[in-house]
C-alpha cells in the first residue's frame, strides 16, 4: 500500500513539507526506512527500489525535499544554500512524526517497529542520509562541524554518494555545495555503501572511486557493493525509462533491490542470517555483474 501525498508538520519551511508512505498490506513490527532522495526528484521517484523495500517487509518513507524540481528553487533562489540543511531537517521531521506516517495508512497503525530504522539516500540524498549516520561537514578551516546524527537510527544504505573534497574537487561545487566537505571519521553506524565503478562526477576530478570514501573512510560502514559498469543511477533505481538513467539495466536494478533488502533485514534484525546468504549467493553467481566487500 503507499499513500501520498502526506502533509508533515515543518513551521517556517517555505513550502509544505509532503511524503510519501508504503508499506506492506500485512506484517507486524515492521522496521523503517527514510528515502531521501536526489537532486530535483520527489516523493513519486525511485520505486524500483522503495516499493521493493515496502513489498518486501519495511515501510518506506519517502519526503519531496526543498530542491526537488516541483518547488522551482534553483541555485538562484534565495533558498538555495541552506537546502542542504533543511534537507536533513526533513529527514528528522519524519522521525519526529511518525503517529501521523502510521495513520496515514489504513490499517498500520500499530504494525510499526520505531525501534529499529534506517536511512538511505541517492546521490545528493546520500549526503543527506550520511549526517544522521554521524558524518559531519568541515567548515572552511578544515573544523569539524556540527553533530546531525539521531540516536533513533540504526542503520543505513548510501547510494552513490559522494566522496571527501580537497583539491579534486570542482571550483562549482567548492563555490555552491558546502556539504560537499564531508568528514567520515564520525560515521559509526552501520552502513551499506553502493557505488558503480563507471560513474564519473563532474563535481570532482576523481573517478569512480570518489564514490566509495564513506566506506573507506568510516568505521560504520561495514560493507561496499561496487557494480560493474554502472554509472550514477546505478541501473535505473531512480525510475523505469527515466531519462536521466545513462546506464539502463534491470539486471543491476534487480542486484540493488534484492542486495539492500538482504542487508537492512539483517540490520535491523529481521533476519540475522539474510545478509550472509545474499552475499554468499552473488559471489557464487556464474556471471557477477558486481563484487561486494566487508571490513
Request: proline residues 7%; charged residues 20%; glycine residues 10%.
Amino acid at each position: 500500500m503507499s499513500v501520498a501525498p502526506v502533509r508533515l508538520a515543518a513551521p517556517g519551511r517555505p513550502v509544505p513539507l509532503e511524503v510519501r508512505v508504503s508499506a506492506p498490506a500485512t506484517g507486524t513490527d515492521l522496521p523503517v526506512v527514510v528515502f531521501s532522495h536526489g537532486n530535483g526528484w520527489d516523493l513519486d521517484g525511485y520505486a524500483p527500489l522503495t516499493a521493493f523495500w515496502a513489498s518486501h517487509g519495511f515501510v518506506v518513507v519517502q519526503p519531496t525535499h526543498l530542491d526537488s524540481r516541483r518547488n522551482g528553487f534553483g541555485p538562484d533562489h534565495p533558498v538555495f544554500p541552506d537546502i542542504w540543511t533543511e534537507r536533513i531537517s526533513d529527514l528528522t521531521r519524519v522521525l519526529d512524526q511518525l503517529d501521523t506516517v502510521e495513520a496515514a495508512v489504513p490499517g498500520l497503525a500499530g504494525r510499526v517497529d520505531r525501534s529499529h530504522i534506517a536511512v538511505a539516500g541517492h546521490s545528493w540524498g546520500g549526503q543527506t542520509a550520511q549526517s544522521l549516520l554521524g558524518a559531519r561537514i568541515l567548515d572552511d578551516e578544515g573544523g569539524v562541524g556540527r553533530d546531525r546524527s539521531d540516536a533513533r537510527v540504526t542503520a543505513g544504505v548510501l547510494l552513490a554518494a559522494t566522496g571527501l573534497a580537497g583539491d579534486d574537487l570542482a571550483p562549482f561545487a567548492q563555490a555552491n555545495f558546502p556539504f560537499m566537505r564531508p568528514s567520515f571519521a564520525e560515521l559509526a553506524t552501520p552502513t551499506l555503501v553502493v557505488a558503480g565503478d563507471h560513474d564519473q562526477s563532474r563535481m570532482s576530478r576523481r573517478g569512480p572511486d570518489w564514490f566509495i570514501d564513506a566506506y573507506t573512510h568510516s568505521p560504520g560502514a561495514t560493507d561496499l557493493l561496487t557494480l560493474h559498469g554502472a554509472e550514477h543511477s546505478l541501473g535505473g533505481i531512480v525510475g523505469y525509462e527515466v531519462a536521466e538513467t545513462t546506464d539502463e539495466s534491470p539486471q543491476r536494478v534487480a542486484v540493488v533491490q534484492r542486495l539492500t533488502t538482504a542487508w537492512l533485514r539483517t540490520a535491523l534484525n529481521v533476519d540475522d542470517g539474510s545478509w550472509a546468504s545474499a552475499r554468499s549467493a552473488f559471489h557464487d553467481a556464474a556471471d557477477p555483474i558486481g563484487h561486494v566487500e566487508s571490513k
